[in-house]
């Protein structure tokens, strides 16, 4: 699998989608009048432009995130086994059951 933004080099210059997710984001740009390729930077460099400052930011989010998270699960992860196995069926069963119930979590 390739990363989701090497994928997307050819479909924003080229116009050629490289995956699905790649494909789903052409139909997303020709809903909205944009045809992908070397004039989109020409003709709506907003667009082009704010894409890429998008992933920028989301990068940046992701390293901050993981980051604070870190302590957390390592903290969990050095816990007893019985610890662990306890915490991971809790989880489990607290997104299961209502799901059984007909519910969604957030409805429960």
């Known amino acids: 699998m390739l990363a989701p933004n090497v994928v997307r080099v050819p479909l924003l210059s080229l116009g ?15 809903i909205h009048g ?3 390729g070397p ?13 890429y400052g998008g992933l920028l930011v989301a ?4 390293v901050l995130i993981g980051l ?5 699960c390592l903290w969990l992860v050095n816990r007893p086994k019985p610890w662990l196995i306890a915490f991971i069926l809790f989880h489990t069963m607290a997104i299961w059951l209502p799901l059984i119930r007909g519910k969604t979590p957030a409805a429960a």
């Open 39 to 51: 004039l989109l930077f020409e003709r709506n460099p907003d667009v082009a432009y704010g894409l």
């Open 59 to 62: 990068n940046i989010a992701m």
């Open 16 to 30: 050629i989608p490289g995956s699905n997710s790649a494909a789903v984001l052409l139909g997303g740009l020709l």
């Open 34 to 36: 944009l045809t992908p």
């Open 68 to 72: 604070v998270i870190l302590t957390p």
